[in-house]
């Protein structure tokens, strides 16, 4: 299978499947514990990509440069900055990190 036809494969797979979204009745959406669910679900999953992100590298967890910037970040958004400065903060710290010669 070439990447074209992986591409294609999965881009009609999403159309299908978000298709299939409005076919779902309102009244099962709107149930309290599908809602909590699609809620948790969501939070999890991005949880899970910043964790794979920071600390993944092929089949090993490795600290370096990310961690810190992550953190930074972390804490800039818990004292409400403004999202630009969240992203320019971690980068910078990365790029001073690196800089220095910790985790390349």
């Keep these: 299978m070439t990447m074209w036809t992986a591409i294609l494969v999965a881009s ?3 159309v299908v499947w978000k298709t299939l979204g ?8 709107e149930a309290p514990r599908p809602a909590r669910i699609a809620d948790l679900l969501t939070v999890a999953l991005l949880a899970a990509l910043v964790a794979v992100q920071t600390l993944g590298d092929g089949q090993a967890v490795v600290v370096d440069a990310r961690v810190p910037a992550v953190l930074v970040a972390a804490g800039l958004l818990l004292v409400h900055a403004p999202f630009l400065v969240v ?3 971690a980068a910078v710290t990365a790029a001073v990190l690196r800089g220095v010669g910790w985790a390349a």
């Design 12 to 14: 009609i797979i999403c």
């Design 87 to 89: 992203v320019a903060a």
């Design 22 to 29: 409005y076919l779902v009745p309102p009244r099962w959406l």
